[in-house]
């Protein structure tokens, strides 16, 4: 593991910004996380789990209509072939594991998509945790078979009536039970956000992602990728696809955003495109926020990037330029499942569309004939009641 | 006023053999206008200090009855803007009374750290409490607000250890605020957590008045923490009665009817 991080930032941002309540829990879980460096024991069990329960590694499947179409070499990282249907579980696998080390008691997350419930309450009941879930109550209403999925695992989930409903008011609301039952239990984010050690323990539960691709394109091309691709809700796929290759300066890195209606107007979730540096959750970055300081809400059809934030890395990355941030609207994001679906009989996530939907201006910044790496980071089922109602079809 | 004049503050009141009385409300709630009416009946019905809370559309910090004034307050146009121009008014009506604004970074950081600073001193505030900005990232508070003179006032947990607690009197801070339970504003009180020797041992490390807050809420449960500690903090209370009037008269005198009525239990 390679910190990229000096005491939690990542230039100026990052940092430890929560109630002191909970600071002294930040940093236990600060010297456990720093702990578990040199842990064979623990490497061996997270291993095992993956390898065995999740189905890990994933493959990496080159799509030969969709390099066709777009005049690249394009493959697709499978995460949507995870046990669960998505990357969370890397991450929620590592961090239960190191939650029972600490010795708690019980794990609350926040989800937006749900997917990040689902990974958290599967995780919770293959470790024989107590586990409650805050979402906020629009998404409840938007993701109905993500919640049915949650409650048949064993977890509680807590609908949020309060600011926008979605997704940072989930978070909130852990972070209020976090503060109240800090004793025992364990705030398992689930992106690369939130105070340190997050941020970088997120990143490095999903790095697996890309040292795998790593691996893997090397044994089919001999050759590292020209590009890697994936959409940035909070950026945890993302992160965990890009970091391995950080120090290989010839691969680019593209992020793909959500904005919503469109990026000129106010309905959209493209954070690095349109935010400013702010403080939330826990870490500086870059956030959606008006002149006064208030967060404003963030709009996607993708509830999983509906999120007014991004982790402290991207933001880093943005400035430093060593990422680009490039963002999809709905409209875009629907194609780019259709594409998907049509041209390789994949139907991914809404967030992963978004990826998907941003290739073409990939290779069109790249260069034909480029071999570029899509992070297709879910897949679509739990989607299908918004794409069908979106394309004004009624199940 | 200003940070140190905070502090001598608190040591005059400790002259009388008292706990000063810290009343917390949100600006803005339930409109701009009616939170100078609102500190003035404060400061009449015997508040010592006046923690004024900041609007924030996302208080992660707050339990559901501070949560809702946040809401009504942002609707109604409160916010950092609006609650400098609430101080200003109040002390251009004359008043004294210390006043901290109480709040979430965000507001503070987007507007530019600097330039709060100079307008809140222009206004007329006394000292920031933020409350998701623990020690290890005050600095970049402290710095800029102590060249104006405007002092800071750190946390202390339940969780906090001595590590932790000693390093808050590096912040020369006006007064150091013990959470007194580990939750949200406005939880239920079960006395503070560790009681008059956990106030004793912060007192000690930081060498500043401590004040105990959350979940505070009667004339009973102020009298017990004034008995040991320097400050007493009541906020959810207050907010609440300012919530159940009808109107701002009604509101004012509601809630300086409460304040009244703590103050009195206070009395040693
Ligand atoms: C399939 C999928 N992809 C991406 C995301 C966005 O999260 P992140 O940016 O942390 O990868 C989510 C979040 O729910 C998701 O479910």
Redesign the interface.
């Given at each position: 593991m390679s910190p990229a991080t000096q005491n939690g930032r990542f230039g100026i941002f990052g940092?430890?910004?929560?109630?002191?309540?909970?600071?002294?829990?930040v940093e236990e879980l600060r010297c456990a996380w720093e702990k578990l460096d040199g842990d064979e024991e623990f490497h061996r069990d997270l291993n095992a789990l993956l390898d065995e329960y999740v189905g890990r590694p994933s493959r990496l499947t080159l799509a030969s209509r969709l390099s066709e179409a777009l005049g690249a070499k394009i493959y697709l990282k499978r995460e949507d072939l995870n046990h669960t249907g998505a990357h969370k579980i890397n991450n929620c696998l590592g961090q239960a594991l190191l939650a029972k080390r600490m010795g708690k008691k019980r794990l609350i997350a926040e989800t937006g998509a749900g997917q990040h419930g689902v990974a958290t309450a599967t995780v919770a009941a293959l470790l024989q945790m107590p586990c409650r879930i805050y979402m906020g109550a629009e998404d409840v209403q938007r993701q109905a078979l993500n919640v049915f999925r949650m409650k048949l695992l064993g977890a509680e989930v807590e609908p949020v009536y309060?600011?926008s409903n979605t997704l940072?008011?989930a978070?909130?609301e852990a972070?209020?039970d976090w503060?109240?039952?800090?004793?025992d239990t364990y705030y398992l984010i689930g992106s690369v956000a939130g105070p340190h050690p997050y941020p970088e323990m997120v990143r490095e539960f999903q790095a697996v992602i890309g040292k795998e691709t790593r691996e893997q394109i090397l044994e089919k091309e001999g050759r590292l990728p020209d590009a890697l691709v994936a959409c940035v809700g909070g950026g945890s796929n993302a992160a965990g696809m890009f970091a391995p290759f950080e120090a290989d300066s010839d691969v680019r890195f593209f992020g793909v955003e959500a904005s919503g209606d469109g990026i000129d107007t106010d309905r959209h979730a493209a954070t690095l495109t349109k935010g400013?540096?702010?403080?939330?959750?826990?870490s500086?970055s870059y956030?959606l926020?008006s002149?006064?300081?208030?967060?404003?809400e963030a709009h996607s059809i993708s509830a999983g990037l509906d999120y007014p934030g991004v982790g402290p890395e991207h933001s880093y990355w943005k400035d430093s330029g060593r990422a680009t941030y490039l963002h999809r609207c709905d409209a875009e994001a629907l194609d780019g499942l259709e594409m998907l679906a049509r041209h390789e009989g994949i139907i991914c996530a809404l967030e992963t569309a978004h990826a998907v939907a941003g290739l073409a201006e990939v290779v069109d910044v790249i260069g034909a004939g480029a071999i570029v790496v899509l992070c297709l980071s879910g897949r679509g089922d739990k989607d299908m009641m918004t794409v069908a109602s979106a394309r004004g079809v009624e199940l | 006023m200003s940070g140190a004049s905070l502090r001598q503050r608190f040591h005059d009141i400790a002259l009388e053999g008292r706990a000063a009385l810290i009343v917390y409300l949100t600006q803005g709630d339930p409109a701009p206008e009616a939170s100078v009416d609102l500190l003035v009946s404060m400061a009449e019905s015997g508040a010592d200090v006046i923690e004024l809370g900041v609007p924030?559309?996302?208080?992660?910090?707050d339990?559901v009855v501070i949560?809702q004034a946040m809401?009504r307050a942002?609707d109604a146009g409160g916010?950092?803007?609006s609650a400098l121009a609430t101080v200003r008014n109040f002390r251009d009506r004359g008043f004294t009374t210390p006043i901290v604004l109480f709040g979430?970074?965000?507001?503070?950081?987007?507007?530019g750290v600097e330039r709060f600073a100079a307008e809140a001193v222009e206004a007329g505030v006394d000292a920031l409490l933020t409350?998701?900005?623990?020690?290890?990232?005050l600095t970049e508070l402290y710095e800029p607000l102590s060249k104006v003179g405007i002092g800071v006032v750190?946390?202390?947990?339940?969780?906090?250890?001595p590590e932790?607690i000693a390093k808050v009197a590096s912040f020369d801070p006006a007064f150091v605020y013990y959470?007194s339970m580990?939750?949200?504003t406005g939880?239920a009180f079960k006395g503070a957590s560790g009681g008059a020797e956990r106030v004793r041992v912060i007192q000690e490390a930081t060498g500043a008045p401590v004040a105990v807050g959350f979940g505070i809420k009667t004339g009973k449960d102020a009298s017990e923490v004034a008995s040991y500690a320097d400050g007493v903090v009541v906020g959810s209370a207050l907010v609440r009665r300012i919530a159940a009037a009808e109107g701002v008269e009604q509101a004012c005198l509601s809630a300086g009817e409460l304040g009244a009525e703590l103050r009195a239990a206070m009395k040693r």
């Open positions: 940092g430890q910004y929560v109630a002191e309540t909970l600071m002294p829990a309060a600011g940072k008011d978070m909130n972070l209020r503060v109240t039952n800090v004793e400013r540096v702010g403080v939330l959750h826990g500086k956030l926020c002149d006064e300081g208030q967060i404003t | 924030f559309s996302d208080p992660s910090a339990g949560q809401q942002l916010g950092l803007s979430y970074y965000n507001p503070i950081f987007v507007r409350v998701d900005v623990p020690i290890d990232e750190p946390l202390v947990a339940p969780t906090s250890t932790r959470v580990t939750g949200v939880s």
